[in-house]
């Protein structure tokens, strides 16, 4: 049987690093795990920090797309890539002791002699031009911020302008302090700040302050990204009982500092990101006082703790019981899609959270306060097409006695500032309407991002959103004045000292420590991060897909060697007839053979399979095979001049 093959290009080396292209702001994640597995974790650090400025933020909480495109997730389990970000973000990020290290990715003029400088949206080409010109940015998000952050960096003069009291928007009010310290969210924004970049609090976009007032104050584009901080109404009997409430509006109220009182039985509706969050949050709350009372009870004293549980959920008005209802099965529940995902559910599960997975609310029950949540079975989520589209059960219905119903089922935005003049339309989702390559809105100069655009969606792309935005903005605002080109940049490693960590392909994932369950109480972080060993350990899985074994037909002998020693099997060397090519490819091979007459081989390998291992160049004798790193990069040119005759835009 013939073997499909063909001839690798500068896609298929790109593709092969699955991290870097899974990740939204293309951070070459591979690169800085493989850094930490060398132990040098300041350089490591650089690659991380490099395309992103919310490095320290993204250690704890991102979704990692990463992890779920990882290439080593196919073999046993993917990288922890997450986790090992956070461990060089300790030590050289804002929260360390060195914060001021990212300061090196500007250093020497624009990044002269810095080889990470190129994933900074930093060019000379597009400064001078940029100097004094003023950008808006509408909501201190985490894409509004790192709209800013790129924008500072390029020479603009960038205004931020955020409703709340305080900056960060869902990163500061939406996602628990258990899992994102308020005071690292500070540093990373103060670092913005310090780029020049203005930040106005309490400064909502209104119908007397709108885009025309904008313009009219010398501002010459506008990024929006006011997010989606509005729960969505559900429209089954009983919404109206007190107990009630959105999820949002219970983690801003919690992330503020306002408690809440639920009760001791709270259901959750939903089966995302924040109805994890709120359902670990209900239970932190009820469990403030637990070391003390442990310490109190003495050990044999269960009888003792059940009265002691009684008296301290009525004084302290804390949930006991926590339960999710999602309208999916675990293997359809949005938060169970990802890596991480698994990872928050397990906790969760730890943590004493239940789960009442196909289930849907058909009413809610009381007398003017919540009783209880009477759930329905779920036959189908999705219909044919893959659409949204419950069907329910409602002869099998199932009670669940609740003091509190959170409902986490999607948010939307306040769009009231928006007037008919401004030109800006939105899609019949509400959301605003944009190009989805440049983010530009149908009003000139205007750029929309983040959720308000898109709807919910996880930090890492939100950050990509505003990166994207700067860059459009850029090319609006300087027209001609810079470009972005993909640069591969090739090193060959000498095979003498090419050698993967010995037993790497045997390690497991393991996840970073986190605290025992009975200190997991209020405002105290979960996950406490990997220890010196435990990271490298962790990193050394990398299959280090930068790395690509490179044959040179012109010194090979076909002793057949690698093709021996390769303990995947990944190698094959073939007579050409056995190949199915492309017809283009087949006669450019023979072509390059020359008119000898002699037959033809190939090495065809296949890379899904490859380890990395370096055997094949270590048994090759005449150094036919050979291991090389490519790394691919974005880098600012100067823009190619006009055609005759062409006008600039």
Same mark, same amino acid.
């Given at each position: 049987?013939?073997i499909?093959?063909?001839?690798?290009?500068?896609?298929?080396?790109?593709?092969?690093?699955k991290?870097?292209?899974? !990740?939204?702001?293309?951070?070459d994640?591979?690169?800085?795990?493989?850094?930490?597995?060398?132990?040098?974790?300041?350089?490591?650090?650089?690659?991380?920090?490099?395309?992103?400025?919310?490095?320290?933020?993204?250690?704890?909480? !991102?979704?990692?797309? !990463?992890?779920?495109?990882?290439r080593?997730?196919?073999?046993?389990?993917?990288?922890?890539?997450?986790a090992?970000k956070?461990?060089?973000?300790?030590?050289?990020?804002?929260?360390?002791?060195?914060?001021?290290?990212?300061?090196?990715?500007?250093?020497?003029?624009?990044?002269?002699?810095?080889?990470y400088?190129?994933?900074?949206?930093v060019?000379?080409?597009?400064?001078?031009?940029?100097?004094?010109?003023?950008?808006?940015?509408?909501?201190?998000?985490?894409?509004?911020?790192?709209?800013a952050?790129?924008?500072?960096?390029?020479?603009?003069a960038?205004?931020?302008?955020?409703?709340?009291?305080?900056?960060g928007?869902?990163?500061?009010?939406?996602?628990?302090?258990?899992?994102l310290?308020?005071s690292?969210?500070?540093?990373?924004?103060?670092?913005?700040?310090?780029?020049?970049?203005?930040?106005?609090?309490?400064?909502?976009?209104?119908?007397?302050?709108?885009?025309?007032?904008?313009?009219?104050?010398?501002?010459e584009?506008?990024?929006?990204?006011?997010?989606?901080q509005?729960?969505?109404?559900?429209?089954?009997?009983?919404v109206?009982?007190?107990?009630?409430?959105?999820?949002?509006?219970?983690?801003?109220?919690?992330? %503020?500092?306002?408690?809440?009182?639920?009760?001791?039985?709270v259901?959750?509706?939903?089966g995302?990101?924040?109805?994890?969050d709120a359902?670990?949050?209900?239970?932190?709350?009820?469990?403030?006082?637990?070391?003390?009372?442990?310490?109190?009870?003495?050990?044999?004293?269960?009888?003792?703790?059940?009265?002691?549980?009684?008296?301290?959920?009525?004084?302290?008005?804390?949930?006991?019981?926590?339960?999710?209802?999602s309208?999916e099965?675990?293997?359809?529940?949005?938060?169970?899609?990802?890596?991480?995902?698994h990872?928050?559910?397990?906790?969760? %599960?730890?943590?004493?959270?239940?789960?009442?997975?196909?289930?849907?609310p058909?009413?809610?029950?009381?007398?003017?306060?919540?009783?209880a949540?009477?759930l329905?079975?779920?036959?189908?989520v999705?219909?044919?097409?893959?659409?949204?589209?419950?069907?329910?059960?409602?002869?099998?219905?199932?009670?669940?006695e609740?003091?509190?119903c959170?409902?986490?089922?999607?948010?939307?935005?306040?769009?009231?500032?928006?007037?008919?003049?401004?030109?800006v339309a939105?899609?019949?989702g509400?959301?605003?309407?944009?190009d989805?390559?440049?983010?530009?809105?149908?009003?000139?100069?205007?750029y929309?991002?983040?959720?308000?655009?898109?709807?919910?969606?996880?930090?890492?792309?939100?950050?990509?959103n505003?990166?994207?935005?700067?860059?459009?903005?850029?090319?609006?605002?300087?027209?001609?004045?810079?470009? $972005?080109?993909?640069?591969?940049?090739?090193?060959?490693?000498?095979?003498?000292?090419?050698?993967?960590?010995?037993?790497?392909?045997?390690?497991?994932r393991?996840?970073?420590?986190?605290?025992?369950?009975?200190?997991?109480?209020?405002?105290?972080?979960?996950?406490?991060?990997?220890?010196?060993?435990?990271?490298?350990r962790?990193?050394?899985?990398?299959?280090?897909?930068?790395?690509?074994?490179?044959?040179?037909p012109?010194?090979?002998? $076909?002793?057949?060697?690698c093709?021996?020693v390769?303990?995947?099997?990944?190698?094959? $060397?073939?007579?050409?007839?056995?190949?199915?090519?492309?017809?283009?490819e087949r006669?450019?091979?023979?072509?390059a053979?020359?008119?000898?007459?002699?037959?033809?081989?190939?090495m065809?390998?296949?890379?899904?399979? !490859?380890?990395?291992c370096?055997?094949?160049?270590i048994?090759?004798?005449?150094?036919?095979?050979?291991?090389?790193?490519?790394?691919?990069?974005?880098?600012?040119a100067?823009?190619?001049?006009?055609a005759?005759?062409?006008?600039?835009r």
């Amino acid at each position: 049987m013939p073997i499909k093959a063909r001839l690798p290009e500068l896609g298929d080396w790109k593709a092969q690093v699955k991290c870097q292209i899974g !990740c939204p702001v293309t951070t070459d994640a591979g690169r800085y795990v493989q850094l930490i597995a060398e132990g040098r974790d300041e350089e490591a650090y650089l690659v991380a920090r490099a395309p992103n400025p919310f490095a320290s933020v993204c250690g704890r909480v !991102c979704a990692a797309p !990463c992890e779920d495109a990882c290439r080593r997730g196919s073999v046993d389990a993917p990288i922890a890539i997450r986790a090992l970000k956070r461990t060089v973000t300790e030590k050289f990020g804002v929260e360390s002791m060195r914060p001021d290290t990212q300061d090196r990715l500007l250093d020497a003029g624009f990044g002269e002699g810095n080889r990470y400088v190129d994933h900074l949206p930093v060019t000379p080409f597009g400064r001078a031009h940029a100097a004094g010109r003023k950008v808006a940015v509408v909501g201190a998000g985490p894409a509004g911020l790192s709209a800013a952050h790129d924008l500072a960096l390029l020479g603009y003069a960038v205004t931020v302008l955020e409703a709340s009291e305080e900056p960060g928007g869902m990163m500061r009010f939406g996602i628990p302090e258990y899992r994102l310290p308020r005071s690292l969210i500070a540093a990373e924004i103060d670092k913005i700040r310090g780029l020049g970049v203005t930040l106005e609090l309490s400064s909502p976009l209104t119908a007397e302050r709108g885009l025309a007032a904008l313009r009219a104050e010398g501002f010459e584009a506008v990024f929006l990204t006011v997010g989606v901080q509005r729960g969505r109404d559900l429209q089954i009997p009983g919404v109206e009982l007190d107990g009630v409430v959105k999820a949002v509006d219970y983690l801003l109220n919690a992330n %503020r500092g306002y408690r809440m009182d639920l009760g001791r039985r709270v259901v959750i509706i939903g089966g995302g990101f924040v109805a994890f969050d709120a359902a670990r949050t209900a239970l932190r709350v009820g469990r403030e006082d637990e070391p003390a009372l442990s310490q109190a009870v003495g050990v044999g004293g269960e009888r003792m703790k059940e009265a002691f549980d009684s008296a301290r959920e009525a004084l302290r008005g804390g949930a006991a019981e926590v339960t999710i209802a999602s309208l999916e099965s675990f293997e359809e529940m949005p938060v169970l899609r990802t890596t991480q995902g698994h990872e928050e559910f397990e906790e969760a %599960r730890r943590e004493g959270v239940r789960f009442q997975p196909r289930r849907g609310p058909r009413r809610l029950l009381g007398d003017g306060r919540l009783r209880a949540v009477e759930l329905r079975r779920v036959t189908s989520v999705f219909d044919a097409a893959g659409r949204f589209a419950p069907q329910y059960d409602d002869a099998d219905l199932l009670t669940v006695e609740a003091d509190a119903c959170v409902l986490a089922i999607g948010q939307r935005a306040d769009l009231s500032f928006l007037q008919p003049g401004d030109g800006v339309a939105l899609t019949p989702g509400g959301t605003i309407q944009v190009d989805r390559e440049t983010l530009a809105t149908t009003a000139p100069g205007v750029y929309a991002g983040g959720d308000v655009a898109f709807g919910p969606r996880n930090l890492i792309e939100a950050v990509a959103n505003g990166k994207r935005a700067a860059r459009s903005i850029h090319r609006y605002l300087a027209r001609d004045a810079a470009r $972005l080109e993909a640069v591969v940049d090739v090193e060959k490693i000498p095979t003498r000292s090419y050698r993967m960590i010995a037993g790497f392909e045997l390690l497991d994932r393991v996840p970073p420590d986190t605290l025992p369950l009975g200190r997991r109480t209020g405002i105290a972080e979960v996950e406490t991060g990997y220890g010196e060993v435990e990271a490298r350990r962790q990193a050394a899985r990398c299959l280090v897909c930068h790395v690509q074994t490179i044959y040179d037909p012109e010194k090979c002998v $076909l002793c057949n060697r690698c093709v021996d020693v390769c303990p995947e099997y990944c190698l094959a $060397l073939v007579p050409l007839e056995e190949l199915d090519l492309p017809e283009a490819e087949r006669a450019a091979l023979v072509a390059a053979a020359g008119a000898n007459g002699l037959p033809l081989s190939a090495m065809v390998k296949d890379d899904t399979a !490859c380890i990395r291992c370096g055997l094949c160049a270590i048994r090759c004798p005449t150094d036919a095979m050979t291991m090389e790193r490519f790394t691919i990069s974005e880098r600012w040119a100067p823009a190619q001049p006009a055609a005759p005759g062409e006008e600039k835009r």
